[in-house]
């Protein structure tokens, strides 16, 4: 019969229970246990050890009676792992509420098309160097003369969940359906009977439940095709796509698929020349391609662009301020910093419109908001990171505390002549000036030796 102090000896069980025990006190209670351990094998034997060493569980519990007194809080609060996990926190909260990061998951996954390098937007440049749509009679016209193109097609925003796009638009994005086939041209071809014929994505199909109808504007629409998991364009929103050919005068989106042997430039050339062998002269011959992968991912480079133009906002106002660090300071200040600006990120691909403009074919009039709202959050949380780092003892990194004022109030301005802030384990004091007299120096710190160490002994 196996003994059970022979799969887990006594001593290794009291150890594994002291990782129970609050760190202040676990060595010395590690320590205790084991001396009575050795008491106990010595006049009640080997036999009774396993049972003595069990108990060590239930003491180490006991132990946390006082886990969440107001001191241990206060101090836990003050720890710079603290500050990481309330960060960790805000970006779980933020892949919770957004349903798992959809946008962001789309934005970085392949795209769902066939060849995604050879799908372009097609726009009209003007003098501004803003982005517009086209009008349809130009769609026509390439439709029928360019030979760079291996084909066109049209998409316009109905609603926020319903798309008009032209006959071929899946088959030129190269969509497959739902059961993995090749979308062909007539993918809004249905049985005949009374009704209009759409795409839905999958995940609005399943929604529906096996119906094969769905109600649009009102009217009863019947299901032509369903969508592979993932697909989208324009936006992850949209779940309905709706045949309509727009007229010669009706401004629409335009996308189409480069020929094999085409570049952009190429393609850009020719469309050119053909609107002008149609009399549109002037900035209404200029047009622009873009590639749907690169705009797609271009928020990535829109965010590091507004992070440089944060970083470059608050390189004035740092002087020589900064602490001298040391490597775990740097350490911490990297980490805070990377998981607050993520979540910057994140909050911002999730909630704003700052992922789908860049799929519009038209005008990008959010992008100009986007990126002023990317560079005023980048710059609040570097510059409460920096704050953050400052208000932190320069050894242990916990946040400073017991303000005192400096001075009386009425000697400078009605106002106290500053602050002082001492880490609560006595490693130094912080004096924060109310006027900076010095540029260099704002924010003087002093060393505490071990003299003073008597002063903040735990009770």
Same mark, same amino acid.
């Given at each position: 019969?196996?003994?059970?102090?022979?799969?887990?000896?006594?001593?290794?069980?009291?150890?594994?229970?002291?990782?129970?025990?609050?760190?202040?006190?676990?060595?010395?209670?590690?320590?205790?246990?084991?001396?009575?351990?050795?008491?106990?094998?010595?006049?009640?034997?080997?036999?009774?050890?396993?049972?003595?060493?069990?108990?060590?569980?239930?003491?180490?519990?006991?132990?946390?009676?006082?886990?969440?007194?107001?001191?241990?809080?206060?101090? %836990?609060?003050? &720890? +710079?792992?603290?500050?990481?996990? *309330?960060?960790?926190?805000?970006? =779980? $909260?933020? /892949?919770?509420?957004?349903?798992?990061?959809?946008?962001?998951?789309?934005?970085?996954?392949?795209?769902?098309?066939?060849?995604?390098?050879?799908?372009?937007?097609?726009?009209?440049?003007?003098?501004?160097?803003?982005?517009?749509?086209?009008?349809?009679?130009?769609?026509?016209?390439?439709?029928?003369?360019?030979?760079?193109?291996?084909?066109?097609?049209?998409? %316009?925003?109905? &609603? +926020?969940?319903?798309?008009?796009? *032209?006959?071929?638009?899946?088959? =030129? $994005?190269? /969509?497959?359906?739902?059961?993995?086939?090749?979308?062909?041209?007539?993918?809004?071809?249905?049985?005949?009977?009374?009704?209009?014929?759409?795409?839905?994505?999958?995940?609005?199909?399943?929604?529906?439940?096996?119906?094969?109808?769905?109600?649009?504007?009102?009217?009863?629409?019947?299901?032509?095709?369903?969508?592979?998991?993932?697909?989208?364009?324009?936006?992850?929103?949209? &779940?309905?796509?709706?045949?309509?050919?727009?007229?010669?005068?009706?401004?629409?989106?335009?996308?189409?698929?480069?020929?094999?042997?085409?570049?952009?430039?190429?393609?850009?050339?020719?469309?050119?020349?053909?609107?002008?062998?149609?009399?549109?002269?002037?900035?209404?011959?200029?047009?622009?391609?873009?590639?749907?992968?690169?705009?797609?991912?271009?928020?990535?480079?829109?965010?590091?662009?507004?992070?440089?133009?944060?970083?470059?906002?608050?390189?004035?106002?740092?002087?020589?301020?900064?602490?001298?660090?040391?490597?775990?300071?740097?350490?911490?200040?990297?980490?805070?910093?990377?998981?607050?600006?993520?979540?910057?990120?994140?909050?911002?691909?999730?909630?704003?419109?700052?992922?789908?403009?860049?799929?519009?074919?038209?005008?990008?009039?959010?992008?100009?908001?986007?990126?002023?709202?990317?560079?005023?959050?980048?710059?609040?949380?570097?510059?409460?990171?920096?704050?953050?780092?400052?208000?932190?003892?320069?050894?242990?990194?916990?946040?400073?505390?017991?303000?005192?004022?400096?001075?009386?109030?009425?000697?400078?301005?009605?106002?106290?002549?500053?602050?002082?802030?001492?880490?609560?384990?006595?490693?130094?004091?912080?004096?924060?000036?109310?006027?900076?007299?010095?540029?260099?120096?704002?924010?003087?710190?002093?060393?505490?030796?071990?003299?003073?160490?008597?002063?903040?002994?735990?009770?």
């Amino acid at each position: 019969m196996i003994r059970p102090d022979s799969v887990i000896p006594p001593a290794v069980m009291i150890r594994i229970a002291g990782l129970l025990v609050p760190s202040e006190r676990r060595q010395e209670w590690i320590k205790e246990w084991l001396a009575e351990l050795h008491y106990a094998r010595t006049h009640a034997g080997e036999a009774e050890s396993f049972a003595f060493a069990s108990g060590a569980f239930r003491d180490a519990l006991w132990q946390q009676r006082d886990f969440w007194n107001p001191k241990r809080t206060r101090r %836990l609060m003050q &720890s +710079p792992w603290f500050c990481l996990g *309330s960060l960790t926190a805000i970006l =779980v $909260l933020i /892949a919770i509420s957004s349903g798992m990061l959809p946008m962001t998951r789309m934005a970085v996954l392949p795209l769902a098309y066939r060849d995604p390098s050879r799908i372009e937007t097609i726009a009209q440049s003007s003098t501004v160097s803003t982005r517009s749509a086209l009008p349809g009679r130009a769609v026509e016209w390439w439709r029928s003369d360019s030979r760079t193109l291996d084909g066109i097609a049209t998409y %316009l925003w109905e &609603s +926020p969940d319903v798309a008009s796009v *032209s006959e071929d638009f899946f088959y =030129v $994005l190269g /969509a497959r359906t739902a059961t993995g086939h090749w979308m062909d041209r007539d993918a809004f071809r249905c049985a005949p009977g009374p009704g209009e014929c759409v795409v839905v994505s999958y995940d609005f199909w399943r929604s529906l439940k096996g119906l094969t109808t769905v109600a649009i504007n009102g009217k009863a629409c019947r299901v032509a095709a369903v969508t592979e998991p993932g697909f989208w364009f324009l936006s992850p929103r949209i &779940s309905v796509w709706r045949m309509g050919t727009p007229s010669p005068k009706t401004h629409t989106g335009v996308v189409a698929r480069l020929a094999a042997d085409a570049s952009p430039s190429e393609a850009e050339a020719e469309l050119a020349a053909i609107l002008q062998k149609h009399g549109e002269d002037g900035w209404d011959s200029v047009v622009e391609l873009t590639g749907v992968a690169g705009r797609v991912r271009s928020v990535f480079a829109l965010f590091l662009t507004c992070l440089f133009v944060a970083t470059l906002i608050l390189v004035p106002s740092l002087h020589l301020r900064m602490p001298k660090w040391n490597p775990a300071a740097v350490a911490f200040f990297v980490a805070k910093s990377m998981l607050s600006l993520l979540a910057v990120f994140l909050f911002g691909i999730e909630f704003t419109r700052a992922s789908s403009i860049t799929m519009l074919g038209g005008s990008d009039q959010f992008l100009a908001i986007s990126a002023w709202l990317f560079v005023m959050a980048s710059a609040g949380v570097l510059a409460w990171s920096l704050w953050d780092q400052r208000q932190r003892c320069r050894v242990c990194l916990k946040r400073l505390g017991m303000a005192q004022h400096v001075g009386c109030s009425g000697c400078l301005l009605l106002d106290w002549a500053g602050t002082e802030l001492v880490c609560v384990e006595g490693h130094g004091m912080l004096h924060v000036p109310e006027m900076v007299a010095c540029w260099q120096e704002p924010y003087r710190w002093t060393s505490l030796d071990e003299t003073w160490q008597e002063l903040f002994e735990r009770s």
